[in-house]
Nanobody, 127 residues
């Protein structure tokens, strides 16, 4: 059974950093794409970053470019999201997701393209 378990969420002040982790298990097929999404209170879930496992191509939402970095440790079956220069508007529950089929680049940050989801980890950034 596929499982994605996020960790690393915390409360930090603006300008601070956090690293989120997503431990993956139960794969019978390697995911084509792994992604990080977030959902703030009263907002729709939005794509933050995506990582194509074959080749390491990455995509980022404009709001996090230059501040967030998505990466993967294959040996540990873990996906990471390094978040620097955090802003209050980054406050949200962050979710890890995986797609077992290829996704065109323009759809890499669309939640509907992903099949498997973790339970989320909460990030709060105070001003």
């Amino acid at each position: 059974q596929v499982q994605l378990v996020e960790s690393g969420g915390d409360s930090v002040q603006a300008g601070g950093s956090l690293r989120l982790s997503c431990a993956a298990s139960g794969w019978t097929l390697t995911p084509y794409v792994m992604g990080w999404f977030r959902q703030g209170t009263g907002k729709e879930r939005e794509g933050v970053a995506a990582f194509y496992t074959n080749g390491g191509i990455t995509y980022y939402d404009d709001s996090v470019k230059g501040r967030f970095t998505i990466s993967q440790d294959n040996a540990k079956n873990t996906l990471y999201l390094q978040m620097n220069s955090l802003k209050p508007e980054d406050t949200a529950i962050y979710y890890c997701a995986a797609a077992l089929r290829t996704i065109g680049g323009r759809w890499a940050l669309e939640p509907d393209e992903y099949t498997y989801w973790g339970q989320g980890t909460e990030v709060t950034v105070s001003s």
